[in-house]
């Protein structure tokens, strides 16, 4: 058989190394028939290791071969169906083989791909490996393979789709659809490396995400223990949760499913949901579920009184600072009042924010037209000031200021002696004593009368 040569040359200039791929031609070469041979496969995937080929690139390799030559491991259900489609077409083509022999086979293959995978960490797709997974559990793989598969996944669990993730259970002991004990020794790993600060928090909420979903779907399974279910819930930290309804709704769809538990072991169950997690919705689907036992509804219905009453005291504070700070003219968004605090919506917010708009625009008029106001009484002012103050000035020189005060009224008085006499308190009895001198007159005048 004459060998095809390599569709990637490497050429080595001392340490440097200088890589060419083409596009497709990269993995053409591996989709040839004499390849299919797995010990001359390895013996070619083992020389490109030794020119020192990226381990990314390595694992598409693998992934890649692996998808041409085991359909189970493409992921693509079409090419699974169309491969069943071709052998049923050309039954004479190839002599039929036994289910054992066509186990055995995919089962050194499986185990040799196991073998050659580059030791490096996301060198290979965690959908692949779980792929891998699957079919090796399928063909039942040395269980040292299989360890060495499950620490790979669970380096890489928050890559992972719920669609590969869920696995059957190829074990006739085990009475559920799913293999929750394999997803569970996945979750411990990855959750052991978080607690030694391998992972970041980002990929642990991931990972809490993808396991509340994974719950959610096998909850339905009849088969499905408490053990089981409660193990995989706690696998994950309490931290890793940043929302409770995932779980929630994992748990209802659980307790929906097994109407046989008890009651004590729904308390149980319930107890793992943190009610401060829960959103409005899941709350007051909560306080509404008849499944749910009395003790975790009144739990929720407490949590959503306490936040209400510290919306409410936020709410009362904003208020206070709103009408005291004019650098907020948005004011609270929240109903005031002994109505529940809600957040406004955004149609209301406009129509407030435009009444606000309308008030500005009214107290701005109102100081414009009181300032005008003011301008002419400040002219009437001026212009009554210039047409009588030469009269009494004149007056006041000759010192009669006090005679004329008799004649005209208290008040006008009070403000044309201020020079002379000074303010006097107003009170009545000096109002009293002002009239009785604005009246009496010289006595000279009353001798003569007399």
Not at 101 to 112: D, G, Q
Not at 131 to 143: E, F, I, Q, S
Not at 297 to 303: A, D, E
Request: proline letters at 5%.
């Amino acid at each position: 058989m004459k060998k095809t040569p390599s569709p990637e040359p490497v050429t080595i200039y001392g340490n440097q190394q200088e890589t060419f791929v083409g596009d497709m031609e990269y993995y053409t070469y591996f989709d040839e028939s004499c390849i299919q041979d797995m010990n001359y496969f390895v013996k070619t995937i083992t020389g490109i290791k030794s020119k020192g080929i990226r381990p990314d690139l390595i694992g598409s390799i693998i992934a890649h071969y692996a998808s041409k030559w085991l359909p189970d491991l493409s992921g693509n259900v079409s090419a699974i169906i169309s491969t069943s489609v071709e052998s049923k077409n050309h039954p004479n083509d190839t002599q039929p083989e036994s289910v054992t022999a066509s186990v055995m086979k995919k089962r050194f293959f499986v185990e040799t791909l196991i073998g050659i995978l580059p030791p490096e960490k996301d060198s290979v797709p965690c959908n692949f490996l779980l792929r891998l997974l699957r079919t090796a559990k399928m063909v039942g793989a040395n269980p040292n393979y299989l360890t060495e598969l499950e620490t790979r996944v669970s380096w890489q669990l928050d890559q992972a789709s719920l669609k590969e993730l869920m696995i059957p259970s190829f074990s006739y002991t085990s009475g559920t659809l799913l293999d929750v004990e394999l997803v569970t020794r996945l979750v411990n790993k990855f959750s052991g490396l978080d607690s030694e600060g391998v992972k970041t928090s980002a990929a642990l909420v991931k990972v809490a995400k993808l396991v509340d979903s994974y719950l959610a779907e096998a909850a339905v399974d009849g088969g499905l223990a408490l053990p089981e279910f409660i193990s995989l819930i706690t696998a994950l930290p309490s931290h890793a949760r940043t929302t409770e309804d995932g779980l929630y709704r994992a748990i209802d769809t659980y307790l929906k499913a097994h109407p046989q538990v008890l009651k004590q072991e729904r308390k149980e169950l319930c107890r793992l949901i943190d009610s401060r997690k829960l959103s409005p919705e899941a709350a007051l689907h909560a306080a509404q579920n008849d499944r749910l036992p009395v003790r975790a509804i009144i739990r929720v219905l407490f949590t959503e009184q306490t936040k209400l009453s510290r919306h409410m005291d936020w709410n009362g504070s904003s208020i206070s600072s709103t009408t005291k700070s004019p650098t907020n003219p948005s004011g609270s968004h929240y109903l005031e009042g002994g109505s529940a605090a809600r957040c406004l919506s955004k149609r209301e917010m406009n129509v407030q924010q435009a009444e606000i708009r309308r008030l500005r625009e009214d107290v701005v008029r109102l100081q414009s037209q009181c300032s005008a106001m003011h301008l002419q009484v400040e002219r009437l002012m001026e212009k009554k000031s210039s047409g009588g103050s030469k009269g009494f000035f004149r007056w006041k020189r000759l010192g009669l200021v006090p005679s004329i005060r008799g004649s005209v009224s208290v008040e006008k008085g009070e403000e044309e002696s201020g020079d002379g006499e000074g303010f006097e308190p107003r009170t009545p009895g000096n109002m009293k004593t002002r009239l009785v001198k604005g009246r009496t007159t010289p006595s000279r005048w009353r001798k003569s009368m007399s």
